[in-house]
């Protein structure tokens, strides 16, 4: 049996650590809170571009640059977004698998793919394993949307410029706060789905006539760049509430197990205790045996 001095020290070292991890759950608790409204607020102005977006390119019939699929993609630019600290569980791990994955398809089908890291774990990561990186950004945990406006800037003068011909976002997605998912996001083109246009019930797209002061092809060219940096600024959002969320759950389960571990450390020091006194009383009693 152990000595129950050790013993308690261990304990206590456990405390602290206990104290630790409680507290940084309850920080990442708070942070989660104010990223999930930020996220949820944001959330119906981004998808409410979109439509706008492809209801202008379904029933204004025109058409942007930014939304035309080139004929044959060699070149692609791809962001992978990750955090800046570290003890978030499987946060940025699974982020960095997609991405290698992703990575090694597009090798395979002979496409040239240009990676753009955001946040000290990936830059360290993927410096580790010793790929060659084209852009890094280090970043707040709330970016402001004008820092994520100069990324989309890039991205959209390379893409017209024909530079590349596609650009993906690997970040984490916020479904729900049980539900997180690694995903790759095509920023450009610009994908628009059918179910993204606007329509009331029983409409058919023949009940749609619009007029447009100034022309379609001037609104299309304010509005399609805007999405595109919209879009953007979701994927950061996303992240930055994914981050805390698997912070938050990280930490709870540290929290929780240095309270069983310190339940456990007790159990022992008492019967490390229990089994000193023993010994010293049947020395005692041994002792006084012997003197009679």
Do not use: W
């Not at 791809?78 to 499987?90: A, D, K, V």
């Not at 709330?142 to 890039?154: D, K």
């Amino acid at each position: 049996m152990a000595n129950a001095r050790a013993i308690l020290k261990r304990r206590k070292a456990v405390q602290n650590i206990h104290k630790i991890t409680r507290t940084m759950q309850l920080i990442a608790t708070a942070r989660f809170q104010k990223a999930f409204n930020r996220t949820v607020s944001a959330k119906p102005y981004t998808n409410k571009i979109r439509q706008l977006v492809a209801n202008l390119s379904r029933y204004g019939e025109v058409r942007h640059p930014l939304l035309s699929i080139p004929d044959q993609v060699t070149n692609i630019d791809l962001l992978i977004i990750t955090s800046n600290r570290g003890l978030c569980g499987g946060y940025n791990s699974n982020i960095l698998h997609t991405a290698q994955r992703f990575i090694e398809e597009r090798k395979k089908s002979g496409q040239h793919v240009s990676i753009d890291v955001v946040g000290k774990k990936g830059i360290s990561h993927l410096k580790f394993l010793g790929m060659d990186v084209e852009q890094t950004y280090l970043l707040a945990d709330e970016v402001p949307y004008r820092n994520v406006e100069q990324i989309a800037q890039r991205y959209i003068e390379r893409f017209s410029q024909e530079k590349i011909q596609a650009v993906a976002v690997a970040y984490m997605q916020f479904i729900s706060s049980s539900r997180q998912k690694p995903t790759i996001l095509q920023l450009l083109p610009m994908e628009i789905e059918e179910q993204e246009t606007i329509a009331k019930p029983g409409e058919t797209p023949e009940h749609y006539a619009y007029e447009f002061s100034p022309s379609a092809e001037e609104v299309m060219e304010e509005l399609v760049p805007e999405a595109v940096k919209v879009a953007l600024y979701q994927c950061f959002m996303d992240a930055n509430v994914s981050e805390e969320v698997a912070r938050m759950i990280s930490m709870k389960a540290a929290t929780d197990n240095s309270e069983e571990m310190i339940k456990h450390l007790t159990q022992q020091a008492n019967k490390a205790r229990q089994s000193q006194i023993t010994s010293e009383l049947s020395e005692l009693i041994g002792g006084a045996e012997a003197l009679k």
